[in-house]
């Protein structure tokens, strides 16, 4: 069963950053992709970013592209969400995801796990 937690969210002003974490128990984690999405309140959850298992490839929802970086450490089973230049409509409950293989995956249907998540608050 694999647990993931994430961390690092907070209220910000506009223009700030934020770095999120996710603590994964997953076992072996470099043999998975993974990936962030964001909810907001009443709303569906959305693609924020993906990577692959080995982190050579990501990828981006147009919304964030240039401003959101994704990355992970497999020597420690982490993943990061690097988030630059904050706007008011980036507020929402961020929560990471394990995919089912080794691929970044835009669908949250292509995911087995996901965390409870952290809230991100981006106020104007």
């Known amino acids: 069963q694999a647990q993931l937690v994430e961390s690092g969210g907070g209220l910000v002003q506009a223009g700030g950053s934020l770095n999120l974490s996710c603590a994964a128990s997953?076992?072996?984690?470099?043999?998975?992709?993974m990936g962030w999405f964001r909810q907001a309140p009443g709303k569906e959850p959305t693609f924020v970013a993906t990577i692959t298992a080995g982190g050579g490839a990501t990828r981006y929802a147009d919304s964030v592209n240039g401003r959101f970086t994704i990355a992970r450490d497999n020597t420690k089973n982490i993943l990061y969400l690097q988030m630059n230049n904050l706007k008011p409509e980036d507020t929402a409950l961020y929560f990471c995801a394990k995919a089912r293989g080794s691929a970044g995956m835009l669908h949250l249907a292509d995911y087995d796990y996901r965390g409870q998540g952290t809230q991100v608050t981006v106020s104007s």
């Open positions: 997953i076992r072996p984690f470099y043999l998975y992709g």
